[in-house]
T-cell receptor, first 111, second 115 residues
């Protein structure tokens, strides 16, 4: 069964304390992995797309990496404004019209 | 440029009434998705349009739910004879690419409350 699992469910960091979020997936024939950020009361905001193992994308303090089984979202020297829920999603195998979404990691960065 | 907009932002309706939720996608985006999102959950797929054609409606919970995108731009999600279990955040997203390969841009959502 196609599945996306994110860990940890919640993470609390001090400002400047780097860490990583994990997104593992069981989808055959991966056709992309998407990272989104969601602030309370708002819709998900697109961050990155990764298409192949070994690929990396960066945006400010965020770097996303992809292997054949999982993706990591590395947060370097986070700031309080990085606090949000981070969601990952992959297209469903055999139906590239649908995304399978993880439940997200709720990140809180304390000043 | 303007992002995805949805209206109304909040809708309170009585059980049994029909509601229509509107989505105005980013100009030129070919794909449009409707999702339902519960608190603390990822978006739940409802239906998908490629231009004006509804390509997949397998996520619609039952036949009280329908959606249209008649001119390939604005879309309406209609819920007939609303029930309390329909209360949720309904989100629309558009994408410049067809299928789920492209990034999706989400609107602010419509919070539906059925009393």
């Amino acid at each position: 069964e196609d599945q996306v699992t994110q860990s940890p469910e919640a993470l609390r960091l001090q400002e400047g304390e780097s860490s990583s979020l994990n997104c593992s997936y069981t989808v055959s024939g991966l056709r992309g992995l998407f990272w989104y950020r969601q602030d309370p009361g708002k819709g998900p905001e697109f961050l990155f797309t990764l298409y192949s193992a070994g690929e990396e994308k960066e945006k400010e303090r965020l770097k996303a990496t992809l292997t054949k089984k999982e993706s990591f979202l590395h947060i370097t020297a986070p700031k309080p404004e990085d606090s949000a829920t981070y969601l990952c999603a992959v297209p469903m195998a055999g139906n590239n019209r649908k995304l399978i979404w993880g439940l997200g990691t709720s990140l809180a960065v304390n000043p | 440029g303007a992002g995805v907009s949805q209206s109304p932002r909040y809708k309170v309706t009585k059980r049994g009434q029909d509601v229509a939720l509107r989505c105005d996608p980013i100009s030129g985006h070919v794909s449009l998705y409707w999702y339902r999102q519960a608190l603390g959950q990822g978006p739940e797929f409802l239906t998908y349009f490629n231009y004006e054609a509804q390509q997949d409606k397998s996520g619609l919970p039952n036949d009280r739910f329908s959606a249209e995108r008649p001119e390939g731009s604005i879309s309406t999600l209609t819920i007939q004879r609303t029930e309390q279990r329909d209360s949720a955040m309904y989100r629309c997203a558009s994408s410049p690419q067809t299928g789920a390969r492209g990034e999706q841009y989400f609107g602010p959502g419509t919070r539906l409350t059925v009393t």
